[in-house]
């Protein structure tokens, strides 16, 4: 029997012997044994159906929450306040003895005194956390996640004693309340007459430049020995076929504005896809230096999604787990996650997916998001549906709600920042709750700036092999799958299925193919190619625009090869094709892709009166557009939906 145990027992033999004091006896009257001490010590129920070294952790901190009290120091607290007060600190000494004497789980015969259930929930849960049944593990997180009659303090003491897996698990849950999350530690103070843009420099200075392609050698020591006005001059508008707004500059006489900062954590990026760059990273203190700009930058999304994309790469290391934990970041994608700001909310959740190896086996590369589900959930996930964007397209804007044309021709940078409607996450999900929704993003922020570089750009087979091998370490191939493509991202998926049916490890792949949806995809080349305009207004990344051509031999061999594949594999095929010009700016319109060109020669073939940008867009939820998507997803996967 333990002490503690023994001290309830003793309270409950003395406690029957007298009367409850009157209200006006004094602490000193108090007689030993009285009825008060038997109901304090029993109020402690919880403490003592505990695991001892969690109480013993717990116990020994240097501080406790306690109920809020009144600040009016007339306030007369009586004597049981004055008790309560004296008999926590002896129970806490009790507790503690125990907890080193025994060092195991109280007897359960104590654990039955008649309380108020939310008194021992927070212990009880914490323990039921730390259990050896991984199912045992996932209800307390669960149950925590579900609470929402606890005291402030109940909250705050489950986020200074549970352990990683539980605030990881937290976090992921869509229902937690954010008092669970502890604030980040302090960040430690800049070295003197330094400044985070010069640590930032010096962070990136002392990564290795092994393992690394030309260009990005290139650029790293461009972002370390430039100022950020020079930086800015190399960087021209662009505008890329199957682009997602047509980002170009807005005037053609100014250069698009860019921070030393952004360029140095642009090639921090590609480092941290390297696993020794990680290490680096976290040894030289990248994640308290990364989480200061973090903090410094809550105004410009565009550096908190870069930042955001370094700590997810990290993430992918488990044995950088326990520091990132450590370093408060957890706290923070908590946070991040519940924003009404899509593209912010999905890189935390890849973040979390990443750290959350209890109930996710897949790992999220860079560019690879989950639409949905993003938080934990019982919804069993039958199928997979994907979607890839052009090229210079994004992995949200590109699939957003249609804009007005207006915003489309006067404003086109100005969509960097905006944050519409993703339709696949919005509408598809509640649809059809049992699919996963993948949305990929390849990289071509660097593209941006790469005029001068001493690499070629990437090719379509380049980018398909990455994009696949990133797909499958994300479990594609291991459920049924519906590919959903606009503009050159469907000679993507084309490429990428060839390759895929030619190694064996990929077969999965496939074996899982249902179908494929093609928005304006250019099978056939596109004129966009043929057309000549002095470089000061478009300047198109000559690799790709080769490949587009009409006589381009790459693009004739994709398409004879992929025809004659797929008719093999009885795949279903769906085609959009625009029937609108697309406006460039005030004073260039052009029919990106014809009609002809968007025929693939197997599937339907549907004409619709919007322009390139928009095939992909729908007006709203009930457009022929979304409602002809959604049909032949529903029909490619019912089978597998039903079971």
């Known amino acids: 029997m333990s002490l503690a145990a023994y001290c309830v027992i003793c309270c409950r033999r003395v406690g029957t012997s007298t009367s409850p004091p009157k209200s006006g006896t004094r602490w000193r009257d108090i007689s030993e044994g009285s009825l008060f001490l038997t109901y304090e010590v029993l109020a402690l129920k919880k403490a003592v159906t505990l695991d001892t070294q969690v109480v013993e952790r717990e116990k020994m901190k240097s501080y406790i929450y306690v109920h809020t009290v009144s600040l009016d120091k007339g306030e007369n607290h009586g004597i049981a306040w004055q008790a309560r007060k004296e008999l926590h600190k002896a129970v806490r000494k009790v507790l503690a003895t125990s907890a080193k004497i025994l060092r195991n789980p109280f007897a359960d015969p104590f654990s039955t005194v008649d309380i108020e259930d939310h008194e021992c929930a927070v212990w009880l849960l914490l323990r039921k956390s730390k259990s050896d049944d991984k199912t045992t593990r996932l209800e307390a997180v669960q149950e925590m996640s579900e609470a929402h009659h606890w005291h402030d303090y109940q909250y705050r003491l489950i986020a200074q004693a549970c352990d990683p897996k539980t605030l990881i698990g937290l976090a992921r849950s869509k229902e937690s309340d954010l008092r669970f999350f502890l604030l980040p530690p302090p960040l430690p103070s800049l070295k003197e007459d330094s400044s985070t843009e010069e640590e930032l420099r010096q962070l990136l200075a002392s990564l290795p430049q092994t393992e690394l392609d030309e260009c990005i050698q290139y650029f790293t020591s461009l972002a370390l020995s430039e100022s950020s006005q020079s930086l800015a001059a190399q960087k021209g508008g662009l505008w890329c076929f199957g682009g997602n707004g047509l980002p170009y500059a807005e005037s053609f006489g100014e250069v698009p504005s860019a921070t030393v900062e952004m360029f140095c954590l642009e090639a921090i990026v590609k480092h941290s896809e390297i696993s020794t760059h990680c290490d680096k990273i976290e040894a030289n203190g990248g994640l308290q230096l990364l989480q200061r700009l973090y903090q410094l930058h809550k105004d410009c999304p565009k550096v908190q999604r870069n930042i955001m994309r370094i700590i997810g790469n990290m993430a992918l290391n488990e044995h950088l787990h326990s520091s990132i934990v450590r370093s408060g970041w957890v706290s923070i994608m908590a946070e991040a996650m519940k924003s009404d700001r899509i593209m912010e909310a999905s890189h935390a959740a890849r973040i979390l997916a990443n750290l959350d190896r209890e109930t996710v086996q897949e790992k999220y590369q860079d560019g690879v998001y989950v639409l949905h589900p993003q938080y934990r959930t019982s919804q069993p996930i039958k199928a997979d549906v994907l979607f890839i964007h052009g090229l210079m397209g994004a992995a949200f804007k590109t699939w957003r709600q249609q804009d007005s044309e207006q915003a489309v021709i006067e404003k086109p940078m100005?969509?960097?920042?905006?944050?519409?409607?993703?339709?696949?996450?919005?509408?598809?999900?509640?649809?059809?709750?049992?699919?996963?929704?993948?949305?990929?993003?390849?990289?071509?922020?660097?593209?941006?700036?790469?005029?001068?570089?001493?690499?070629?750009?990437?090719?379509?087979?380049?980018?398909?092999?990455?994009?696949?091998?990133?797909?499958?370490?994300?479990?594609?191939?291991?459920?049924?799958?519906?590919?959903?493509?606009?503009?050159?991202?469907?000679?993507?998926?084309?490429?990428?299925?060839?390759?895929?049916?030619?190694?064996?490890?990929?077969?999965?792949?496939?074996?899982?193919?249902?179908?494929?949806?093609?928005?304006?995809?250019?099978?056939?080349?596109?004129?966009?190619?043929?057309?000549?305009?002095?470089?000061?207004?478009?300047?198109?990344?000559?690799?790709?625009?080769?490949?587009?051509?009409?006589?381009?031999?790459?693009?004739?061999?994709?398409?004879?090869?992929?025809?004659?594949?797929?008719?093999?594999?009885?795949?279903?095929?769906?085609?959009f094709v625009e029937t609108l010009p697309t406006y460039i700016g005030s004073m260039i319109k052009l029919h990106v892709v014809p009609v002809e060109s968007a025929d693939l020669g197997i599937g339907d073939l549907i004409p619709v009166d919007v322009n390139h940008l928009n095939i992909c867009k729908p007006k709203k939820k009930d457009a022929f557009l979304y409602q002809r998507t959604l049909q032949f997803i529903r029909e490619t996967l019912a089978k597998d939906l039903e079971n």
Request: with cysteine; hydrophobic share 40%; net charge positive.
């Open 414 to 575: 100005e969509e960097e920042d905006r944050y519409t409607t993703c339709w696949p996450k919005t509408w598809l999900a509640k649809d059809c709750p049992a699919l996963r929704i993948i949305s990929v993003e390849y990289d071509t922020t660097l593209s941006d700036w790469r005029a001068r570089c001493p690499m070629e750009r990437k090719s379509i087979a380049f980018r398909s092999n990455e994009l696949l091998r990133k797909l499958r370490a994300a479990g594609v191939g291991d459920r049924p799958v519906v590919w959903i493509s606009h503009s050159m991202g469907g000679l993507l998926v084309k490429k990428m299925l060839l390759e895929a049916s030619k190694k064996p490890e990929m077969s999965a792949v496939i074996n899982n193919t249902r179908g494929i949806i093609f928005y304006s995809v250019p099978h056939h080349g596109s004129h966009l190619a043929e057309y000549s305009v002095n470089i000061r207004y478009l300047l198109f990344p000559s690799l790709e625009v080769k490949e587009l051509s009409k006589d381009s031999p790459a693009l004739k061999t994709l398409q004879d090869d992929f025809l004659e594949f797929a008719k093999d594999q009885n795949f279903q095929v769906l085609n």
